[in-house]
């Protein structure tokens, strides 16, 4: 699932993909409030943003992969 979050005066905005289902994404951000969110990619790096920062957190929708050409 892709995670993107946006950080207080900066123009970019942070994309990370990660096979964490929205709950783990959603209980991270919550248990973050006062302190700081951590997530790891998929690719094992770890992200970690004071929460004093965070301008917004969006969250993609859980779904799995599709293979092939099908629609």
């Known amino acids: 699932m892709q995670v993107t979050i946006g950080i207080k005066h900066s123009t ?3 994309q ?3 096979s ?3 709950e783990e994404v ?3 951000v919550a248990d ?3 302190s700081a969110v951590t997530l790891t990619d998929d690719k094992g790096r ?3 943003i004071p929460a004093g920062s ?3 957190i969006e969250i993609g929708e859980a779904s799995p992969r599709r293979v092939g050409f099908g629609i």
Do not use: G, H, N
Request: aromatic fraction near 10%.
């Open 32 to 34: 973050a409030a006062t």
């Open 26 to 28: 959603l209980a991270a």
């Open 46 to 48: 770890k992200v970690f």
């Open 54 to 56: 965070l301008a917004y």
């Open 16 to 18: 990370l993909e990660t």
């Open 12 to 14: 970019r905005e942070l």
């Open 20 to 22: 964490a289902s929205q």
